[in-house]
């Protein structure tokens, strides 16, 4: 819930639906978060574990994305599920924008794991404000174990990914962890999951190379759906403009590192890295 000093408020456009919260001072940016698969867009203001409530208690504005089939956002039919929906954010960015008062504001995507791969699709888009983009638990090459548990569906609405996929070792994370996500939980969409890990390691190098923007690229210590090699890691790098792109290792956490022990060293992060891209 917002405090008394934040206004929250629901948008559309498009058929895309998305939570707007703004503090009552004027924001230094909008920073436009897009969730990953299983979830919604609460999935940043989690009870306990809220990007949001850092966010703008740091001056920010935020955008909450539901991604089509996900939360308030109906499904669409469509193909490529994940490419159409970075087609979509526009017209939400822009409406985002003229309820936050004043001038236009710079803007900074946020994406997790599949919403990820929509941010970079969008961030390829060239929009016009966009000043940075970070991504958390998206890599450009899925490992064998996911590939093998993908191999393994039986039905088409059996995407519940394992356990193991998602939090790291014991001590990385607590009890209020596991509750903490089912605030937002949601059940997985195959033509998502498909998409991301079938489609994905062949767009990657393609949508990086036409990111302009200085861009941060997070994967966790303990990460099981992404190589995170040190080869890996380098080719990442190279398919981005030189010297705009980041590729790092979050220590200590699993690919869900938004509810891990040190969820708030790494809102921080992010944080910080926007805001030395917006000025």
């Not at 058929?15 to 909008?30: C, E, I, M, T, Y």
């Not at 208690?57 to 935020?62: F, P």
Request: with cysteine; aromatic share 8%; glycine share 10%.
């Amino acid at each position: 819930m917002p405090s008394d000093r934040e206004t929250s408020r629901w948008l559309e456009a498009g058929g895309l639906h998305g939570r707007l919260v703004v503090s009552a001072d004027r924001p230094a940016s909008l920073i436009v978060c897009i969730h990953g698969g299983g979830c919604n867009g609460r999935y940043f203001d989690l009870r306990s574990f809220s990007f949001t409530q850092a966010a703008v208690e740091a001056g920010h504005a935020v955008l909450l994305v539901d991604r089509p089939g996900h939360g308030a956002s109906p499904a669409r039919e469509s193909p490529e599920p994940v490419r159409d929906a970075a087609r979509l954010l526009s017209d939400l960015v822009d409406q985002a924008q003229t309820l936050t008062g004043g001038e236009i504001l710079p803007v900074a995507l946020f994406g997790h794991s599949i919403g990820g791969a929509v941010a970079m699709h969008w961030a390829a888009q060239s929009p016009p404000m966009l000043a940075c983009l970070t991504t958390s638990g998206i890599g450009a090459q899925p490992t064998p174990a996911a590939m093998a548990w993908h191999s393994g569906l039986a039905r088409a609405d059996d995407v519940a990914l394992p356990h193991a996929f998602f939090f790291g070792p014991d001590g990385s994370f607590d009890w209020r962890a596991p509750i903490a996500i089912r605030q937002s939980a949601e059940p997985w969409r195959k033509d998502d999951v498909d998409e991301v890990l079938l489609r994905w390691p062949h767009q990657f190098a393609d949508v990086a190379s036409r990111i302009a923007c200085p861009t941060l690229c997070l994967l966790s210590e303990h990460e099981r759906i992404w190589a995170t090699g040190d080869a890996e890691l380098e080719d990442m790098r190279r398919c981005f403009a030189a010297g705009r792109v980041r590729v790092e290792i979050a220590a200590g956490g699993g690919h869900l590192y938004e509810i891990h022990r040190n969820w708030s060293a790494h809102a921080e992060r992010i944080i910080a890295f926007i805001e030395g891209h917006i000025g």
